[in-house]
């Protein structure tokens, strides 16, 4: 599996599209989040650590439990057009992703992806590569 997720992320590379990693379940979560840990990816824990990351070019990661929220759902459907805007609750953010340098990855369960599409909101319409485990 670690040959697998170091070639998938090589080809998320420069993409203009968020990448998504489905796991089978909570600990297939795990482990996947091991392995971006030791690819050297930054983990964002909210909006406004994605937007950070965003901005300065880095490549990050978040774990969507879940709905996708209105921010998160935004953020997917601005970042291919270079450039992203929300509020977070205290401020607007702007921000102009750096396709080059930085990218975002969401990792999610299949079980969670499924209510996901089950809802208003499609996830799998809003991604570009997709590796599943």
């Given at each position: 599996?670690?040959?697998?997720?170091?070639?998938?992320?090589?080809?998320?590379?420069?993409s203009k599209?968020?990448?998504?990693?489905?796991a089978e379940d909570e600990k297939g979560l795990?482990?996947?989040?091991?392995?971006?840990?030791?690819?050297?990816?930054?983990?964002?824990?909210?909006?406004?650590?994605?937007?950070n990351s965003v901005r300065d070019g880095k490549k990050t990661y978040f774990i969507l439990n879940g709905t996708l929220g209105n921010n998160i759902y935004n953020?997917?459907?601005?970042?291919?057009t270079?450039?992203?805007n929300a509020y977070d609750g205290k401020d607007n953010l702007v921000a102009n992703p750096d396709y080059?340098?930085?990218?975002i990855l969401i990792l999610t369960t299949?079980?969670?992806?499924?209510k996901i599409e089950q809802g208003e909101?499609?996830?799998?319409?809003?991604?570009?590569?997709?590796?599943?485990?």
């Open positions: 599996m670690e040959n697998d997720i170091k070639k998938f992320l090589k080809l998320t590379e420069k599209e968020t990448c998504l990693m489905i795990a482990d996947i989040e091991k392995q971006l840990v030791a690819s050297e990816l930054e983990k964002s824990k909210n909006i406004r650590e994605i937007f953020v997917l459907v601005q970042y291919p270079g450039q992203i080059q340098k930085g990218s299949k079980e969670n992806l499924e909101k499609s996830l799998l319409r809003l991604v570009g590569l997709t590796w599943q485990k």
